[in-house]
């Protein structure tokens, strides 16, 4: 398994990233993808991935809660990573809208978020889009860009079907998986198997939105196991068939459908 989503670079894995790696792999979960959050995160992250080369992967992306009306400073150390690094990261991520907050700095946003998809179109990458409370706003960037230039991830959806084929117009995209889907009063997962299982992907956002039994807890990429079984459940096959699939549809989405993934 592949946690296509993880910030395990952040502080909260401090005292125990080599165990925490340690219980991934004895979990069956080989591959965490790290998407970068803003200018004060890159050389964290690229220390940890240094760590762990056979496990870790980046992305660099600007999250939208870390814009406002000073983000010229963000966009310069994103920009110069992709110019000067381009082939350290397989995607650009996180980016995106966030409406949850704060609305007062959506126009950045959105020049931001716009920004880094011109630049994930010019290097061929995939993007990584964070949506919360933005629906509408995110669907109204995306299509200011050619669809069949655009490929990527919906992390942490959780929307509906109408929402998945809304986004299905907009480019090749596939749609993260995460913790919430475990949860009792989470009426979207009934709904996912509308959306075929080739667009799927597992992902756990540690240390943030753990699964259950480990809810209010911290959460690490071996919980993705646990998102693996309730989608199997689900969509109602074996677990090992879940795993094969979200694992090639990673590498469709990633890599070119490349054999030679690791």
Sequence with gaps: MIDTHTHIYDEAFESDAEDMVKRALEAGVHRAFLPNVDASTVNVMRTFAA?????????????????????????AVFDKEMSVHPNDYIAVGEIGLDLYWDKTYLAE??????????????????????????????????KKFN???????????????????????????????????????AKFINDIPQIPLSRILLETDAPYLPPVPFRGKRNEPSYVV??????????????????????QNVKSLFFGNSLNLF
């Design 51 to 75: 760590r762990f080369p056979s496990f870790c992967s980046m992305m660099m992306g600007i999250h939208p809660t870390s814009i406002d009306a000073n983000y010229a400073a963000e966009v």
């Design 109 to 142: 946003q959105k020049k931001v978020f716009e920004h880094q998809i011109d630049v994930a179109i010019q290097l061929q990458k995939p993007i990584c889009i964070h949506c919360r409370e933005a629906f509408n706003e995110v669907v109204d960037s995306l």
């Design 147 to 185: 669809p069949a230039q655009l490929h990527g991830v919906f992390h942490c959806f959780t929307g509906t079907p109408e929402m998945a084929q809304q986004i299905a117009r907009l480019g090749d995209f596939y749609y993260g998986i995460g913790g919430p889907s475990t949860y009792k009063n």
């Design 226 to 247: 646990y998102v693996a079984q309730k989608l199997a459940d689900v969509y109602q096959i074996p677990l090992q068939e879940l795993e094969k699939q979200t694992e």
